[in-house]
């Protein structure tokens, strides 16, 4: 596979280094605040659920079978986290998707690179749009790994390939806004990264691992709007080298 995923994380790393910038400070605040709200609650309403039925069927087993509690939980708890962490993260990237648009856009302006200027009701309407082509994407996929959770031996799977899909997702989401800034399509952002499926790998893992981190998950759709838009910015950059 093409790429680097060493390339690909030290993307997310500038995008975290980023967020104490000035210029960035109103792009970064509002989603703070929100996502620590939404996370918040999810997180403690989640581990809540979950130990309540991990308890109540290992209870059902002979007693000599009582440590599978301890080895369940983990797993239910890896996967639900990922279920959570990226259901109200769609949840709010849809809602802030013009912000981050925003975001990204002066990203691109501040490294000198050319954006077309349009009003803010067309931006509105523009980024929406894109959100939901972006989940009729998820979501079949999405559906498709809650069935595979349920196929004996490969439920096992479950969590890994859980974090494989949303890393990639993850990828396709962050680095997608700095595309719709160039009018470029969906269809383009995915041709985009399978040419270099490693670097986007390597960008989107670390956000998928963040999201499920209490607290830390809060900076994360900031600092991937920001990397994802540097991760486009260095790979326009090799095209037009290589032309």
């Given at each position: 596979?093409?790429?680097?995923?060493k390339?690909?994380?030290?993307?997310?790393?500038?995008g975290?280094?980023?967020?104490?910038?000035?210029?960035?400070?109103?792009?970064?605040?509002l989603?703070?605040?929100?996502?620590?709200v939404?996370?918040g609650?999810?997180?403690?309403?989640?581990v809540?659920l979950?130990?309540?039925?991990?308890?109540?069927?290992?209870?059902?087993?002979p007693?000599?079978?009582?440590?599978?509690?301890?080895?369940?939980?983990?797993?239910?708890?890896l996967?639900?986290?990922l279920?959570?962490?990226?259901?109200f993260?769609?949840?709010l990237?849809?809602?802030?998707?013009?912000?981050?648009?925003?975001l990204s856009?002066?990203?691109?302006?501040?490294a000198?690179v050319?954006v077309?200027?349009?009003?803010w009701?067309?931006?509105?309407?523009?980024?929406?749009?894109?959100?939901?082509?972006?989940?009729?994407?998820?979501?079949?996929?999405?559906?498709?790994?809650?069935?595979?959770?349920?196929?004996?031996?490969?439920?096992?799977?479950?969590p890994?390939?859980?974090?494989?899909f949303?890393?990639?997702?993850?990828?396709?989401?962050?680095?997608?806004?700095?595309?719709?800034?160039?009018?470029?399509?969906f269809?383009?952002?995915?041709?985009?990264?399978q040419?270099?499926?490693?670097?986007?790998?390597?960008?989107?893992?670390?956000?998928?691992?963040?999201?499920?981190?209490?607290?830390?998950?809060?900076?994360?759709?900031?600092?991937?709007?920001?990397?994802?838009?540097?991760?486009?910015?260095?790979?326009?950059?090799?095209t037009?080298?290589?032309?």
């Amino acid at each position: 596979m093409r790429g680097s995923l060493k390339q690909g994380f030290a993307f997310f790393v500038q995008g975290l280094r980023a967020l104490s910038a000035p210029q960035y400070r109103l792009y970064v605040w509002l989603p703070l605040l929100l996502n620590a709200v939404l996370m918040g609650a999810a997180t403690y309403w989640a581990v809540q659920l979950l130990d309540t039925w991990v308890t109540q069927l290992v209870v059902q087993l002979p007693s000599w079978l009582a440590f599978l509690y301890w080895l369940l939980m983990p797993l239910a708890l890896l996967a639900v986290m990922l279920l959570l962490a990226y259901s109200f993260s769609t949840l709010l990237m849809l809602v802030l998707a013009p912000l981050c648009g925003l975001l990204s856009e002066k990203v691109d302006r501040q490294a000198g690179v050319c954006v077309p200027a349009e009003p803010w009701y067309k931006l509105l309407w523009r980024t929406l749009k894109r959100e939901l082509i972006k989940l009729a994407y998820l979501l079949p996929r999405y559906l498709l790994l809650l069935l595979l959770g349920w196929i004996p031996v490969v439920n096992i799977l479950a969590p890994l390939l859980w974090l494989l899909f949303m890393a990639w997702f993850a990828a396709l989401q962050y680095v997608n806004y700095a595309f719709d800034n160039h009018r470029l399509s969906f269809a383009d952002l995915r041709k985009a990264s399978q040419q270099e499926r490693l670097t986007f790998l390597g960008f989107g893992l670390p956000i998928a691992l963040v999201l499920m981190v209490p607290i830390l998950n809060w900076f994360v759709m900031p600092a991937a709007v920001i990397g994802g838009t540097l991760l486009s910015q260095e790979r326009q950059l090799r095209t037009k080298q290589t032309r």
